[in-house]
């Protein structure tokens, strides 16, 4: 069987030590994050992103290698497996060439090769192939078919014993792996999808799918996001599609490789064998597996998009954690209004009519002013749904006419409504209805927008591209690892992180999650790292791997409140004492350390990459890795999209970057389209290289269709 850490190391660009070292780590429980930030010594310094590939291969190729060790059973049982073909599946590297190998040999239903076989036609198979090998060699083959008649088999003639001896050939064909492999890279080069709208259910300009009425495209040249709409076209029954080919350079192909003769009636019975083989057996299968290569590479490209999109906005700035005013706007049923502290806790709700009769408008003014003053308020979070524009315009109103000055920001809401309706909303506030709830979420949101969305299944945030109809087993699996990778990087606070939150944790599952806030319950705030240890089922295992991602503010050992490990605290004790500086003022280390000689304290467990972080983490302990907060201005009068002119330049804030460009809330409850062609004034082939969701940007408007909402926006020549 294949050596697979000398493959990994191969095809990952890595040494075998660094993939040995790796895969005993995770086979210990260690996970991805942990490895990444705390054995940099023992991986060489792999990154997140290459033990994730690791990880990945690692697992493909060991289902490929079980996989390998069932089919060579079945096909040893079956006496068939040879020493050449049990080298060719032990070599395989790919799950479509082992199962091209298998395929021959695979349990079947009767096929009308297997009736044949039946019959007793496999002789006149077996003849006429040996014809065909033995160039030069004739015979009537009608002649020799009769032999094979036979009233008690169902042979009425030489004509259908000729068509039994063809069917058993052309399954012979139709299954043979290299032909296959050769036939399948041939459509996906040269194939081309192409793809109609059914005219009599869909009448011009009717269909959200028009772009694909009359489609075509070379298969490897088709976009991700083209070959999903195509897909899901196709699921909603609006339009057909197939991959298109020269069918006679295919048949000139499988005869080259299959007739040897030059007699006439051998070639010419070969030809309609070949012929049947490929239009019966090969065809339908080889267009399903080009469109599912297609289908899943789109999948797999959609969701790295998806995983961006959430990493970028899982780190978005925290505007702080301030005392904070969260309104939910509405019309008809008024606004929410929430009062949240500077940890996020829910003090106080008001409902205010401001959009309703002057009366109204002036008490929703007051009640506002007083919460205010009342608590302080630093910050302002308007949700950006129904009435969001003149909620904000009521709130400039009543803040020109107040002492203090909170910052004003609109927070996207997208999935809001999801959480506010969910089990965990109800558990945390049960008192409470739903719009207030959500009301509570946008404040907290504005807060630390890492802490809140993690509550909220990732597909209802809003900055996917067909997540519905992508791999819906890998989007889960993808969009956890993002979480997760988020969590650990930005670090969590232990004394007033939710469950959901401890959750990512790198060790922490969510039983060990709610054991942590039982116990913070019950004893009050963690006052150093070691009390994990006294948290229900959180052995030590857990403690390594989730004490480093834990951070105290406040506590009784300044080390706790910085990513530096507990089993690293000895060797900062000692640096601290040959500097002679008190741990307290760890600042104050870093300041010394970096003009002494590291090496004087690399031990067997702690080298230099470790010292290095320890480090970076001194010079500022407890920092937030995450960007500075900016927010988005949106123009005064501009509410709606007919409030829109063609020319005008507006601020906005990118909400979704898709293959095809990036989506910007520019205030008018639609979000405009910055088309890949207009992100920059020069060639960009991947948005992602230019823009980032939470991104603040300025935009020109290039069109506007009210009817069917979309605006079309400009980044070029617009001064950022």
């Not at 994050?33 to 190729?61: I, W």
């Not at 719009?435 to 946008?442: E, F, L």
Request: hydrophobic letters at 40%; glycine letters at 6%.
């Amino acid at each position: 069987m294949l050596n697979i850490t000398q493959l990994l190391a191969t095809e990952l660009e890595l040494k075998p030590y660094q993939i040995q070292n790796a895969l005993e780590l995770f086979s210990e429980g260690a996970t991805i994050p942990f490895v990444a930030r705390y054995r940099k010594e023992r991986t060489g310094e792999m990154n997140e992103v290459q033990l994730r590939d690791l990880s990945d291969r690692y697992t493909y190729l060991t289902e490929l290698e079980d996989r390998k060790k069932v089919i060579i059973n079945a096909i040893a049982e079956q006496g068939k497996l040879t020493e050449e073909l049990e080298q060719k599946i032990t070599n395989c590297l790919q799950k479509t060439e082992l199962e091209d190998l298998y395929l021959p040999y695979k349990p079947k239903r009767r096929t009308r090769a297997t009736i044949a076989r039946e019959k007793g036609l496999e002789p006149l198979a077996a003849f006429i192939k040996s014809l065909n090998i033995k160039n030069g060699a004739s015979a009537n083959l009608e002649t020799e078919a009769a032999k094979y008649i036979s009233e008690e088999k169902g042979v009425k003639n030489a004509e259908e014993a000729l068509k039994g001896a063809s069917d058993i050939l052309a399954e012979e064909v139709a299954e043979k792996a290299e032909l296959r492999a050769y036939l399948r890279e041939y459509l996906l080069d040269e194939g081309v999808f192409i793809s109609q709208i059914k005219e009599e259910k869909h009448p011009q300009g009717t269909t959200k799918f028009e772009m694909y009425r009359n489609y075509q495209i070379k298969v490897n040249k088709i976009a991700p996001h083209n070959m999903l709409a195509l897909c899901r076209g196709e699921a909603e029954k609006i339009l057909t599609f197939d991959v298109s080919f020269d069918e006679d350079f295919v048949l000139s192909y499988l005869e080259s490789q299959e007739i040897k003769t030059k007699v006439r009636n051998i070639r010419d019975f070969y030809q309609a064998m070949l012929k049947d083989a490929f239009n019966r057996l090969m065809k339908t299968s080889l267009i399903s597996e080009v469109i599912s290569e297609k289908k899943t590479y789109s999948d797999i490209e959609s969701i790295k998009t998806f995983e961006t999109n959430l990493r970028e906005l899982l780190l978005s700035a925290p505007a702080g954690m301030k005392p904070t005013l969260a309104i939910d706007p509405g019309f008809r049923t008024g606004c929410k209004v929430a009062v949240l502290d500077q940890t996020g806790k829910f003090l106080e709700y008001q409902a205010v009519f401001p959009h309703q009769a002057a009366e109204q408008r002036q008490k929703a003014a007051q009640t506002l002013k007083k919460l205010i003053e009342k608590y302080n308020i630093q910050l302002i979070a308007i949700g950006n749904g129904t009435a969001s524009r003149e909620t904000d315009e009521f709130v400039t109103e009543v803040l020109a006419n107040c002492d203090r000055k909170p910052i004003k920001v609109m927070v996207n809401e997208s999935g809001a409504s999801i959480y506010s309706a969910s089990k965990l909303a109800l558990e945390e506030f049960p008192d409470l209805d739903v719009t207030v709830r959500g009301a509570i979420s946008i404040g907290r949101r504005l807060q630390d927008p890492l802490a809140e969305l993690v509550k909220i299944d990732p597909k209802s945030i809003g900055v996917g591209q067909y997540q519905h109809d992508v791999d819906q087993k890998l989007l889960k699996k993808k969009l956890d690892e993002t979480v997760e990778s988020c969590v650990n990087y930005v670090g969590v606070d232990l004394n007033t992180a939710s469950k959901e939150l401890l959750t990512f944790v790198s060790g922490i599952t969510p039983t060990v999650a709610n054991n942590i806030i039982a116990y913070r319950n019950q004893n009050g705030a963690f006052k150093n790292r070691k009390q994990l240890l006294k948290v229900a089922k959180l052995g030590p295992k857990a403690f390594e791997q989730a004490a480093g991602f834990l951070r105290i503010r406040d506590g009784e050992n300044p080390l706790d409140n910085t990513a530096v490990h507990p089993e690293s605290y000895q060797v900062v004790e000692t640096i601290a004492k040959d500097l002679q500086v008190p741990l307290k003022q760890v600042t104050q280390i870093a300041e010394k350390l970096q003009k002494t000689n590291l090496k004087k304290y690399v031990t067997d467990t702690i080298g230099e990459p470790t010292l290095r972080d320890i480090l970076s983490e001194l010079e500022k302990p407890g920092r937030d890795p995450r960007a500075e907060f900016k927010y988005a201005t949106f123009k005064e009068g501009i509410k709606e999209i007919s409030d829109l002119k063609e020319g005008m330049e507006l601020e906005g804030i990118i909400t979704n970057v898709a293959n095809f460009g990036a989506f910007v809330d520019i205030g008018v409850h639609q979000d405009g389209l910055v088309h890949i062609s207009q992100l920059a004034d020069r060639f960009i082939d991947d948005p992602k290289k230019v823009v980032k969701v939470g991104q603040v940007v300025k935009v020109r408007v290039l069109e506007v269709n009210e009817k069917l909402k979309r605006i079309g926006l400009s980044m070029k020549a617009v001064k950022q």
